[in-house]
């Protein structure tokens, strides 16, 4: 590399770390509380889920630049996601069918640029999170350390999800002591369950699609195995039978171990980074910036790895037949 | 669920979310660059493949001309022995007439000196003959006879023959 490319990296990753610090300096997050549901900011419309749809114009648009300027002989940015394109395609056609290889593709690739995206969003928690609407609530941090951008102390709503607080606040607190929680408007949304959950919906309730698209109606046989009692004496019947309902049921559980750990992750990473942040000057914070960057890819990768193999495992013929 | 903050309006929407993401992605992500990567590929094979063309001609042209200058090589050197032997034959020839020339002079001369010589030799023999005549005529006078004399010649001439 040249020494002037590195220069250059080094001041954009310095410029990224300024904004990132500079923001958790100047806005301090003093959140009262660690919510872990995310909070609706516009009626229905939750915090987590405008965050999505606002990153999804962004890959959108990102989308739409990188098409319309595609080139015979690549910048760095298209190098960039050539390399990313090559890498997962590769990934995809080393592991999946070759039949199925080009239907696997669009979507596990989708899910590791979006997740990859929703959870780098999540360094910017720091930041983020303490912009946002605030509602009074027994225990937050005093009014007088809200800035206002539009409004004043005296039309502060009452928090939703403290509707006895809000009784006992009346009764203990005069007006100045309202203490109050910042609902910030953005949110990484892979701190979200509801994004979680959905992606593994997807990727389980696809993968028993896919076995029955490939293999028809005898990819139940591989949980209703019923073959082992006339082939191998009742007892190695019933074990086989029971393995087989427990395959059955880990296609379930897989939807909670998919959507608890790549929110666990994700969500355990911004407590830490705003908990972090809170207590000690920049320098270590960047350390956890750091190693949020890496867990931010390390789960998107295994997600998408994750969904890949169980894909094509449905849809592999393992010669079941045969043992 | 509710206290997770799961909802079925959020599962839907993200849900929804996801689905356009991965169409769009499909739409215009996915498919340009493939198409873009595998044009490049075969523009990169072409180029390749003209390259090898290219350099398979120069090879044979190279070739090509390599065997001709061999060829007009091994011409020139035929022509320049034909030459050079063309030359020694003549220069054989020159110096084989030049050696008969001289020969012929040489006997010639040899033969010309010897009928000189021969001559020579004759007119002394006569004349000196003649003076032994005249010698012999004086202090013997007139009185021998002729068949004396020829015989006192004879013995003479072939006393001075072995001389």
Not at chain 2, 35 to 43: C, D, I, V
């Amino acid at each position: 590399m040249k020494k002037e490319t590195i220069l250059k990296v080094i001041m954009w990753i310095t410029i990224a770390l300024i904004i990132m610090i500079g923001g958790t300096i100047l806005w301090p997050t003093d959140r009262g509380a660690i919510v872990v549901a995310a909070e609706p900011i516009f009626g229905p419309l939750t915090n987590a889920l405008f965050t999505s749809f606002l990153l999804t114009l962004v890959i959108m648009a990102l989308t739409l630049w990188v098409s319309n300027n595609l080139k015979e002989s690549p910048g760095h940015f298209q190098n960039l996601v050539e390399v990313m394109f090559e890498f997962l395609e590769g990934m995809v056609n080393d592991t999946a069918p070759k039949k199925w290889a080009a239907t696997f593709f669009p979507i596990v690739a989708t899910i590791f640029i979006y997740l990859l995206f929703t959870n780098w969003f999540s360094l910017f928690t720091p930041m983020w999170a303490s912009f946002g609407l605030i509602c009074s609530t027994e225990r937050g941090i005093p009014i007088e350390h809200v800035t206002f951008f539009k409004g004043s102390g005296a039309t502060v709503p009452v928090c939703e999800h403290g509707a006895k607080a809000e009784a006992h606040a009346k009764e203990s607190f005069p007006e100045a002591e309202t203490k109050v929680m910042v609902v910030p408007i953005f949110r990484a949304p892979s701190s979200d369950l509801n994004l979680t959950v959905a992606l593994a919906l997807i990727a389980v309730v696809l993968t028993q699609f896919f076995g029955i698209q490939e293999k028809g109606l005898g990819y139940f046989k591989n949980f209703l195995r019923f073959d082992s009692f006339a082939k191998q004496g009742p007892l190695m019947g019933f074990i086989d039978f029971a393995v087989g309902l427990l395959e059955g049921l880990s296609e379930f559980t897989k939807i909670i171990s998919f959507s608890f750990r790549l929110f666990g992750n994700i969500f355990a990473g911004e407590v830490i980074l705003i908990i972090i942040s809170s207590l000690v000057s920049f320098l270590l914070v960047v350390v956890f910036l750091g190693f949020e960057v890496f867990v931010g890819f390390i789960q998107a990768f295994i997600f998408f790895i994750l969904t890949l193999i169980f894909f094509s495992m449905a849809t592999q013929h393992h010669g079941e037949e045969q043992h | 669920m509710e206290a997770l903050g799961i909802t079925l309006s959020g599962l839907i929407a993200y849900i929804v979310n996801f689905s356009i993401l991965v169409f769009f992605l499909q739409r215009f992500l996915y498919k340009p660059v493939r198409g873009m990567l595998e044009q490049r590929q075969t523009r990169i094979a072409e180029g390749l493949a003209a390259a090898e063309k290219v350099r398979h001609e120069a090879d044979q042209q190279r070739q090509e001309f390599e065997s001709e200058l061999a060829k007009a090589r091994a011409t020139s050197r035929t022509e320049a022995q034909k030459i050079a032997e063309a030359t020694e034959k003549m220069r054989q020839k020159i110096l084989e007439d030049a050696k008969k020339e001289a020969e012929q002079i040489k006997t010639q001369a040899k033969t010309e000196a010897t009928q000189e010589k021969q001559q020579l030799g004759t007119e002394i023999k006569r004349e000196a003959a003649e003076l032994a005549m005249q010698m012999t005529r004086k202090i013997v006078g007139t009185g021998l006879d002729e068949k004396v004399q020829r015989k006192l010649l004879d013995q003479f001439l072939a006393n001075l023959g072995d001389a």
